[in-house]
């Protein structure tokens, strides 16, 4: 196999600490395993192991390298190793609560909340709650950040979820990480085995980091320090998990004898997406500059265009795709696929999704439009009135509501309002949505969801949801236009479910050269054909009021920029000039991109 020469650079270090700067499609696990037969020379391969950031990475490398010797394996899975020699040679005995038989730790959560607040908990709180403890723990910050977030009660349901694994002997998988770092510092024997056993450690991905994770590592490879990290600050887009690039930057004042090489040669991309990419990358301040190129010598395609709507976007990526090869529709959020999707289905033209979950079904946007639907049916449900009366724009107080739930049940319930002392301006407001609510009955399914958002105040409710909900937010209006394309030509709310249970059966079996993914699940692949998609002011990049603008902006400018070295061929940016009958403009990165090309 012919290695660069940086890439010969990189696998002959032997001792000490050294970052490998390893840019896109610069070969780097060619390099670690490499790396590993050269070590081999004069180390047990035993001793030498690479940290990887998923396990499908592990497999792969450890199918590549072709031997039992070496070790691969994610951090979870050495901290779990490390936690079960500890619980073996002391007799004792913990449970993963994750793939646990008795309890799931969201059912868990589930009845916990529900004993403290005395209701159900949403998805979306279920899934923030584990998003929020997840960071804490990464990140090692206090417990009293839980106290100010969105969910209520949340420090209180967080101290009753601990202490319910400590009473039952279990842990779940951010758990790992605490208890291995916390072992490694307090048994001194346990610390020495490993240390032993281990001499010699590779961290791949090493932008994908956390906090945490880099103080196990720390520990481990201490006082000898024979460590390898090999990472792309610019690719550093994990920090909704912790990750942290200020860690990378700041590594030489941890380890002042790091040797830093650079493997920047892209072996991937054409010339002008290098080229692009590079001076797109170069506007970011808090990085370490490279000298990023390729040899490849060929050109290949961009183009940057501004499209009238979702449609003609959607019309000039499949004119522009081609069937024989691998083709990536990329956005930044999953929010955005719903349009594209309901076009392919429409179309039927294969392709697969690469998301974890199709999360924008489970939004609480949904939940609403749907009830407000099935109350417009059958104005005797109090129960649906309850959860919509303050997102219509009614002016009801609660306690008015509480007062009607008592006197309506199995009564109509605009009738038992009228019944009872309101303002007249309420009145008057009430027989308007009476009208209103009627009038959507007669409406195909794609059509009430429309007519909801813009006549009934939907749309400001939404507007005014709290920042727990920021991606909805930010995308009310592109998600209530998927929703209305994927409703398209259907008529009830089961329609819908059943549409919805056909793209997922699709999805799960489907092997196109056709591939949807969201940016981050891209990382680390590579397509002949890349369309980046939506590219729409206050969508990408996605800020929040609160933000650290500046670091927050160089993050985005990280995740376009691997959006963009994804492409081996050809690369698509788009915008769209419109949405419905509201006027858009372009993102600042698609101007910036425009004015360097």
């Known amino acids: 196999m012919k290695l660069t020469s940086q890439q010969n ?11 490998v700067l390893a840019g896109p499609g610069a070969g780097k696990t060619t390099m670690l395993l490499e790396r590993i037969k050269f070590l081999s020379e004069t180390v047990n391969p035993k001793h030498i192991l690479t940290i990887t950031f998923s396990k499908t990475q592990a497999l792969d490398m450890k199918d590549r390298y072709n031997s039992s010797d070496a070790n691969f394996m994610t951090i979870h899975a050495f901290c779990y190793l490390i936690i079960r020699n500890y619980l073996k040679k002391n007799n004792r005995n913990l449970r993963l609560l994750e793939s646990d038989d008795l309890y799931n730790k969201y059912d868990l959560i589930g009845k916990i909340y529900f004993k403290i607040n005395d209701k159900k908990i949403s998805k979306e709180d279920l899934s923030e709650f584990f998003r929020l403890t997840s960071y804490m723990k990464n990140a090692m910050i206090d417990e009293d950040y839980l106290e100010d977030t969105k969910i209520k009660n949340c420090f209180q349901i967080y101290r009753a979820y601990e202490n319910f694994k400590i009473r039952n002997y279990y842990i779940d ?50 006082p000898l320090n024979n460590l390898m990290i090999v990472a792309d600050d610019d690719q550093s887009i ?35 997406i290098v080229n692009l990419s590079k001076a797109f990358i170069d506007i970011n301040q808090d990085r370490y500059p490279k000298d990023l190129f390729t040899k490849n010598d060929f050109w290949g395609q961009i183009s940057i265009k501004s499209l009238r709507n979702v449609r003609d976007q959607y019309k000039f990526i499949i004119e522009n795709m081609n069937q024989e090869e691998k083709n990536a529709i990329l956005f930044r959020n999953n929010i955005q696929a719903l349009n594209i999707i309901s076009f392919l289905m ?45 997102k219509i724009g009614t002016f009801l107080k609660k306690e008015e509501v509480d007062k009607l739930s008592h006197k309506a049940l199995n009564k109509n319930v605009f009738e038992a309002l009228y019944e009872m002392d309101l303002e007249d301006y309420k009145i008057e407001t009430l027989i308007q949505k009476e009208k209103q609510l009627k009038h959507i009955r007669k409406l195909s399914l794609d059509k009430k969801i429309s007519y909801i958002y813009k006549y009934m105040d939907y749309k400001s409710y939404i507007s005014n949801f709290s920042k727990k909900y920021r991606e909805e937010v930010v995308n009310k209006d592109l998600f209530i236009e998927s929703m209305v394309n994927f409703t398209k030509n259907l008529e009830s709310i089961e329609d819908f479910y059943s549409k919805k249970d056909k793209l997922e059966k699709k999805l799960s079996s489907s092997r196109s050269n056709l591939i949807l993914s969201t940016i981050h699940k891209s990382k680390g692949l590579e397509y002949d054909n890349v369309f980046v998609i939506n590219m729409v ?35 698509h940016i ?24």
């Open 9 to 19: 650079l990189a696998l002959r270090h032997k001792d000490g600490p050294i970052l």
């Open 238 to 272: 994990y920090s909704f998990r912790a990750a942290n690039v200020s860690y990378l930057l700041n590594l030489k004042s941890k380890y002042p004898n790091l040797k830093i090489i650079e493997m920047t040669e892209n072996h991937r991309s054409s010339k002008k």
């Open 346 to 390: 429409e179309d039927e033209i294969d392709f697969s999704v690469n998301i974890s979950s199709l999360n924008f079904f489970e939004s609480k946007i949904i939940d609403d439009l749907f009830n407000i639907i099935e109350f417009s049916d059958d104005f005797d449900r109090i129960d649906l009135f309850c959860e919509i009366y303050y």
């Open 173 to 222: 998988f951010d758990d790992m990480q605490v208890m291995a770092l916390k072992l490694i510092e307090n048994d001194p024997r346990l610390l020495n085995s490993i240390r032993k056993k281990y001499r010699y450690i590779q961290v791949d991905e090493g932008q994908d980091t956390s906090l945490i994770q880099f103080k196990i590592i720390e520990k481990i490879v201490a």
């Open 574 to 597: 788009l915008t769209i000039k419109k949405r419905g009958s509201e006027k858009l403009s372009p993102s600042i990165f698609f101007t910036q991109i425009k004015d360097l090309l």
């Open 537 to 571: 002011k206050n969508e990408f990049p996605i800020i929040v009021d609160n933000e650290d603008i500046v670091n927050k902006i160089e993050e985005e400018r990280r995740v376009m920029y691997v959006a963009m070295t994804r492409a081996k061929k050809n690369l």
